[in-house]
C-alpha cells in the first residue's frame, strides 16, 4: 500500500533524518510504501537543506517532496502540504509532527482504521491514550482547551487539538483551502469542523504524546491564546 506522509517542518535538523528513518522502517515491516512531503518555513538550522540531501540519499527507496516556503505558520504549511498530497496518487494521507511527539509506530493503526472511516485522530484521551512527561500546567492547560474547543464548535471528538491524523483523499479534495481562516495550529480543530459539517465521519485512535526529542517547542503562550481567539472567530463566523 502507498500512502503519503506529511510533515511541516521548522528548525527540526536535530529530529528529520532520524524521524525519516524511523517512519521508513515501520512502514517496510508493515507493506507500506511512504512518499513523503516536507513543508518547510525557511528554517535557520537548515532543515530544509537537509530535507533537499535526503531527497538525494534515499531515492532509491522512496520519493520526497520539498516545499520551501518563505512564510511561517503552521496552519498555513500544513495547507500547502495537502494541496501538493492532493495532486500525488495516494489515497491516504498522514500528517504528523516532526519532533518525535507522534509516534511511527501508529501508522499501521491509523491505515487499519482509515479503511472504514474518512478521517482518524491520533487522541491523547481515548483508550490508552496520554500525554508523557508534561509538566502538570501544560497538561491542564491542553485538558481545558480542548474542552472549550469542543462546546465552541459543537464537537464530540475528545482530541480537538491533534496533529496527528490520517485522511482520505476525497476529504483534502472537498475542502475551500482558500477560506480557512486559521494560520497556526488552530487548522486542525478548523478542519475537523469543516469535515464534520460536510457529512463525513471521524474516528480516534488512542496515541501517547512524547515530548520532543531534541529542539525547542513553538507552541508557547501566545501561540495558544491565538488558537482559542481563532477558535471563537470561527464559531461566531458560522453563526
Known amino acids: 500500500m502507498n500512502i503519503t506522509i506529511m510533515i511541516p517542518t521548522y528548525n527540526e535538523r536535530e529530529n528529520l533524518q532520524k524521524l525519516i528513518n524511523s517512519i521508513y522502517s515501520v512502514c517496510k515491516s508493515n507493506n507500506i510504501k511512504p512518499e513523503f512531503i516536507i513543508v ?29 516556503r518563505k512564510e511561517r505558520g503552521r496552519g498555513t504549511a500544513g495547507i500547502a502540504g495537502f494541496k501538493l498530497a492532493i495532486q500525488l496518487k495516494n489515497k491516504y494521507i498522514i500528517e504528523m509532527d516532526a519532533d518525535f511527539s507522534h509516534d511511527p509506530k501508529y501508522i499501521p493503526d491509523f491505515i487499519k482504521a482509515i479503511k472504514k472511516y474518512d478521517v482518524v485522530i491520533g487522541s491523547r484521551y481515548v483508550g490508552f491514550g496520554r500525554i508523557e512527561k508534561r509538566s502538570f500546567v501544560r497538561n491542564v492547560v491542553s485538558f481545558f482547551a480542548n474542552i472549550y474547543i469542543r462546546a465552541m464548535l459543537g464537537m464530540k471528538i475528545r482530541d480537538m487539538s491533534s496533529g496527528y491524523k490520517c485522511y482520505r483523499k476525497e476529504v483534502l479534495e472537498s475542502i475551500d483551502f482558500s477560506k ?32 520532543r526529542r531534541a529542539g525547542k517547542s513553538k507552541a508557547g503562550i501566545g ?4 488558537y482559542l481567539w481563532t477558535i471563537l472567530i470561527i464559531r461566531l463566523r458560522s453563526w
Open 40 to 68: 518547510d518555513d525557511n528554517s535557520p538550522d537548515g532543515t530544509g537543506e537537509l530535507a533537499e540531501q535526503l531527497k538525494n540519499k534515499y531515492k532509491k527507496k522512496f520519493r520526497m517532496h520539498i516545499i520551501h
Open 180 to 211: 480557512i481562516k486559521s494560520k497556526g495550529y488552530s487548522i486542525g480543530a478548523e478542519m475537523l469542523y469543516i469535515i464534520k459539517k460536510k457529512g463525513f465521519t471521524l474516528y480516534e485512535i488512542p496515541i501517547v504524546f512524547r515530548n
Open 223 to 226: 501561540e495558544t491564546l491565538r
